[in-house]
Structure formats: structure tokens, C-alpha cells
């Protein structure tokens, strides 16, 4: 064989050594296409996913930050009622010991008045009967002052409680909305 001869074969089986290349390549190509089409999708609905997570990350924390504002609120509020009760029992005890020293100075006036009267008296039954008439007096004087001072008391306790009891209602109120 000729040397002209020798190349011709080789020359017929390079194409068809070629061709299955080509269709390789083509092959190759169209799965990179399509790989790339199946990667650009799972991006897609990762970034949706991750798109989605986020929005609820968001949503949650609104709902906590605004959970922990009316929380803020409402010991906010609790702290003010307490102070405004404190007020009301502080400014009611303080007419209540003013009305007590008022009563106190009147009595030992009375007393002290009886016991003059006392001591300038005559006979044994005039003694007798002014020191009745001061028993009487102090007695009489301690029952209707001390009903009135258990009163008032009671008055200033319920009127400073009052400002609880509406806080106390209004969570309640609040719990059972939530609820």
C-alpha cells in the first residue's frame, strides 16, 4: 500500500470518530442547558422559600414587639394605679388622724374642764355626780367616735382600692378578649 492509500482510511474513520464527539458535545450542552434550567428553577423556589421565611421572621417579631409594648403598658399603667392609690389611702389616713388629734384635743379640753368643775366642788354626791356626767361624756364620745372613725376608714380603704379593683377589671377584660 501506497502511502496516499494508507491515509484515506484513517481520514473516513476520524469523521466517524468525530461524529460521536458532535453528539457528545451536543449531548453535554443540552444537559448543561437543562441543568442549568433545573438549577435556575431550585433557585427560584429557594429564594421563594427563603422569601417566605423572611416575611414570617418579620410577622413573628411584629407580633412580639407588639406583645411586649402593651406588656410595657400595662406594668406601666399598673405602676401609676398604685401610686394613685397610695395617694388617696395616704391623703385619707392623714384627715384621718387630723379628725383623731381634733377629737383627742377636744376631749382632754372636756376633761380637763370636768376636773376644775371637780375640784371646786362642795359636797361628796356633787363629786359623784360630775364625775358620772364625765364617764358618761368620754364613754359616749369614744363609742360614737370610734364608730365614725371605723367608717371613715373603711371609706378611704374602698376609695383607694377602687383604682385597682377598675385596673384589676380592665386586664381581665383584656385576658378574656385575648382568649
Known amino acids: 500500500m501506497s502511502e496516499a492509500e494508507n491515509k484515506a482510511p484513517k481520514a473516513e ?4 470518530t468525530v461524529r460521536p464527539f458532535k453528539s457528545a458535545a451536543e449531548a453535554t450542552t443540552q444537559a448543561a442547558e437543562h441543568a442549568k434550567s433545573a438549577l435556575h ?8 422559600t427563603v422569601h417566605e421565611f423572611q416575611g414570617r421572621v418579620t410577622e413573628s417579631f411584629n407580633e412580639a414587639s407588639k406583645a411586649a409594648r402593651e406588656a410595657y403598658e400595662f406594668q406601666r399603667g399598673a405602676v401609676e394605679t398604685m401610686i394613685e392609690a397610695g ?13 383623731a388629734a381634733n377629737v383627742n384635743r377636744a376631749q382632754f379640753e372636756e376633761t380637763v374642764s370636768a ?16 364625775q358620772t356626767e364625765l364617764a358618761r361624756a368620754v364613754t359616749s364620745r369614744a363609742l360614737t367616735e370610734g364608730s365614725k372613725m371605723v367608717h371613715d376608714y373603711l371609706s378611704v380603704t374602698e376609695k383607694a382600692v377602687a383604682p385597682l379593683t377598675a385596673k384589676a377589671e380592665e386586664a381581665a377584660q383584656k385576658i378574656s378578649k385575648a382568649a
Open 41 to 48: 428553577g431550585v433557585q427560584e423556589r429557594v429564594a421563594g
Open 87 to 99: 395617694r388617696i389611702y395616704g391623703e385619707g389616713l392623714q384627715g384621718l388622724v387630723t379628725h
Open 115 to 130: 376636773l376644775r368643775s371637780l375640784m371646786t366642788t362642795r359636797s361628796f354626791s356633787e363629786a359623784v355626780k360630775l
Open 13 to 16: 474513520k476520524t469523521n466517524e
